[in-house]
């Protein structure tokens, strides 16, 4: 997802992006019917296919409990277990919008998306910058290119090659589809990647 390890070269003194992180969007949450009360699910992450992280969520009374393993820096798991508080606006059209309150501490802003990290937090407090603020035009086509390579569930990284395959239960008018954008992003973040050792002469 264009993410760490994703293939694409890094830039100094950039900060990690929101697609670095597990995002964990209560959007998602909300439209499963994971908020009410009592409801308990099991939120996965994969990538090409893997899966790359695991939690689990329990709704109550206005909040919901995040239960996970976590480690940094190749310690030993901790199992982390806590309470999200749930915020909820008026829509225009009805109904209301639920919103994360941020749990980390001396934060509580309201935000739609926790970013994990050993604690799901918001993106300020994880000092998180959206892809674009470090990108240059090619480093925003390689980042779509390896979104595209997501969706066709091959490996991330332009440089790995493309042709892995149509994914198992997808339409082949769809993956043809998807592998033609991919192709002519690709062609243009590799073009883009040619050019930059000339940028230093």
């Not at 982390?80 to 919103?99: E, F, H």
């Not at 674009?132 to 290119?145: F, G, K, L, M, Q």
């Amino acid at each position: 997802m264009g993410g760490i390890g994703s293939g694409t070269y890094a830039r100094l003194g950039t900060r990690n992006t929101v697609d670095d992180m597990r995002a964990l969007p209560i959007s998602k949450l909300s439209k499963a019917g994971w908020l009410s009360s009592g409801g308990t699910c099991a939120f996965t992450w994969s990538r090409a296919g893997r899966r790359i992280g695991a939690i689990n969520e329990t709704a109550a009374a206005g909040h919901v409990v995040l239960s996970y393993k976590a480690r940094s820096n190749g310690t030993e798991w901790r199992d982390m277990k806590y309470s999200v508080q749930i915020d909820r606006t008026p829509c225009n059209l009805g109904g209301t919008r639920a919103w994360f309150i941020c749990p980390a501490q001396g934060c509580g802003r309201r935000v739609a998306t926790l970013y994990g990290g050993a604690v799901f937090a918001c993106r300020h407090c994880h000092r998180l910058a959206y892809p674009s603020e470090n990108e240059s035009r090619h480093d925003r086509t390689a980042r779509r290119a390896d979104k595209l390579r997501d969706r066709l569930q091959w490996p991330q990284g332009i440089l790995n090659g493309s042709g892995w395959g149509k994914p198992k239960h997808m339409h082949r008018v769809t993956y043809h589809r998807l592998e033609q954008e991919y192709r002519q992003l690709e062609a243009q973040a590799l073009g883009g990647i040619m050019k930059w050792p000339h940028r230093f002469k």
